[in-house]
């Protein structure tokens, strides 16, 4: 039982060092690399550095606010 | 901006002054990231970016993100340069504050194991089974410390108070003092009456549930003594702490409740919501007048407001059971309730 836990927690360890690593690298690093280099292959046009969190964040924020809406009613409905 | 004595006392500084140096501060740091991301900003917000390239040199750049990179120089040597020159003067405001520290403490003598008395606060409400289970254990561990239980019970319909009455007779009325309520009136309220009766010098505050164990005691009273903190915390997020019996969503909820705890308050503790402390009575009795919610939501108000005192804080770590017996459930109404209590504390802390 422990066991799975620790397992689960390492997993989401490695992903979020690995996200971590790859956007410094997209984001800090590749501007500097000229534009015909092979890494270039391997990442996303530039742009979508800002979309993805942007829209991921704002998913995160849409997801909260319905969230705590429904709680909200379910709570007063409830009382009524 | 980078005042030295408001970087050592940031902690006790209000939730407003944190949040604006530390835009301040991120916004030194991001102009690398600006330089990058907009080639050319408009000219009306030059004179806001100070270590833009566009700023420092005077002829005008292409919009290739190739010409830009191709003087890396420029832009990573600011970079380094407000960085480095934040980290410094941190550092040097946290060595300062790291060697001013030995003058913070008041040389009373009041830390000798003889003059210091523990009042035991424990609410209780229907907690039978427990109750002499707990009693048992804290005389058992805290054997030469000179102290007393104050056991404060809300009109239990179970016979709680009966069973303390019959402790009282085996222990004595001086160690273990009843002091019930007409009913269920919320643990703020419960330790205010307890501390009326109190007539030690420290006060402890635990769960009858004996989810928080008696032997972690002389550890609090030890570290207390080393330490000469004004209030000792368990906590369950540090190594040699932990819970058990928790699911995994359980403990993920948990461990997320705290980290954006810590995200946006700073508390100075690492543990939030734990409700197992020692704390000096005149600092609880500070604490308390100041504090307005319920719940655990009071919990976490007591340890800000006193982390915004100034008051010195210190940790031990422990072991958290879950109760055995009866479950209690997450829903998603605590869930709401913990974060109208977050945003409360943010802007009035």
């Known amino acids: 039982m422990e066991l799975a836990d620790r397992a689960v927690g390492f997993l989401l360890t490695f992903l979020s060092l690995s996200i971590f690593t790859y956007y410094t690298f997209w984001v800090i690093i590749l501007p500097f690399v000229d534009g015909d280099h092979f890494v270039h292959k391997y990442f996303l046009p530039q742009e979508y550095a800002i979309l993805i969190p942007v829209s991921a964040g704002v998913a995160i924020l849409c997801f909260l606010c319905i969230f705590i809406g429904l709680v909200m009613l379910k709570s007063k409905k409830k009382r009524a | 901006m980078l005042e030295i004595k408001k970087i050592r006392e940031i902690r006790t500084r209000p939730r407003s002054q944190q949040l604006q140096l530390l835009a301040s501060i991120g916004f030194v740091l991001l102009q690398p990231v600006i330089v990058i991301h907009v080639p050319r900003p408009p000219p009306s917000l ?37 960085a480095s020159s934040i980290q410094i003067g941190t550092a040097a405001a946290w060595i300062v504050s790291i060697g001013g520290v030995g003058l913070r403490y008041r040389m009373d003598g009041q830390n000798k194991n003889q003059e210091n008395k523990y009042s035991i606060i424990v609410p209780t409400y229907n907690e039978r089974l427990n109750i002499g289970l707990i009693v048992y254990l804290i005389f058992k561990h805290l054997k030469d410390v000179d102290f007393e239980v104050i056991v404060v019970d809300d009109g239990s319909p179970d016979g709680t108070q009966d069973t303390v009455i019959q402790l009282q007779k085996v222990y004595g009325e001086d160690r273990i003092l009843l002091r019930p309520r007409p009913k269920k009136l919320g643990l ?35 570290k207390q003594m080393e330490t000469r903190a004004d209030i000792v915390t368990g906590t369950r997020y540090v190594k040699g702490g932990g819970v058990h019996g928790w699911n995994l969503m359980r403990k993920l909820t948990s461990r997320g409740a705290n980290v954006l ?42 340890i800000v407001r006193a982390s915004r005192k100034g008051y010195h804080i210190e940790e031990v770590p422990i072991t958290f059971v879950d109760r055995v017996f009866g479950s209690s459930k997450l829903g998603g109404s605590e869930i709401v309730e913990y974060l109208k209590g977050l945003a409360y504390l943010l802007v009035t802390t």
């Not at chain 2, 009456?193 to 550890?219: C, E, Q």
Request: glycine share 6%; charged share 10%; with cysteine.
């Open chain 2, 188 to 222: 703020g309220t419960a330790y205010i009456h307890g501390m009326k009766h109190a007539s030690g010098n420290f006060v402890v505050i635990m769960d009858a549930d004996l989810s928080h164990h008696p032997k972690y005691l002389p550890r609090f009273i030890s």
């Open chain 2, 46 to 82: 030059l004179p806001f970016l100070p270590l833009h390239p566009a700023n420092l040199t005077s002829h005008h750049q292409s919009t290739t993100i190739r010409s830009l990179a191709a003087s890396p120089a420029t832009s990573l040597s600011c970079f380094i340069a407000s």
């Open chain 2, 261 to 302: 705890a810590q995200t946006f308050l700073w508390p100075g503790v690492s543990d939030l919501t734990g409700s197992f402390r020692l704390y000096r009575k005149s600092v609880l009795e500070d604490i308390i007048s100041s504090c307005v919610s319920k719940g655990y939501v009071f919990q976490m108000e007591m």
